[in-house]
């Protein structure tokens, strides 16, 4: 019975591992994109999953991080993400960060992208943030 039930945990944690091709989460809800040197406002339900969206290409020098955490009681963080866009070297993709809309309120979400750079004292001038404004609403 130990064994069996040792199986069943293993198993459902390897899926919560390894669902949605080696992704965290299994779906990215709604998507909002962004980019270096942007504010773009996000309007959300309570209960919505949303993920922040940033081209991304970690082989050409690209090292996106969040800040700092948004208001965990207007927006839970769950994930950071990588998309690759192909199979050549180089190709680039997408990078999600992804959260959870809690309660009615707004916060602010700030992600940098360390453009070859190791941390944010050493940025390079191609470096930047990519802001965006969350508002939870109540309903729709």
Request: include cysteine; proline fraction near 5%; charged fraction near 20%.
């Amino acid at each position: 019975m130990k064994r069996a039930l040792l199986a069943l945990l293993v198993g459902a944690t390897g899926c919560l591992t390894g669902c949605g091709a080696g992704s965290a989460v299994s779906h990215y809800g709604t998507v909002i994109e962004g980019a270096v040197g942007t504010t773009t406002r996000v309007e959300v339900t309570k209960g919505q999953r949303f993920s922040l969206a940033v081209p991304d290409n970690p082989s050409v020098g690209d090292n996106w991080d969040l800040v700092e955490l948004p208001d965990p009681k207007v927006a839970s963080y769950i994930s950071e993400e990588y998309e690759s866009g192909g199979e050549a070297p180089g190709s680039g993709g997408t990078g999600y960060f992804v959260f959870n809309a809690k309660w009615p309120g707004t916060t602010e979400v700030r992600l940098f992208n360390c453009w070859r750079c190791s941390d944010r004292a050493k940025a390079t001038p191609e470096s930047g943030e990519a802001i965006f404004s969350v508002t939870v609403n109540d309903t729709e």
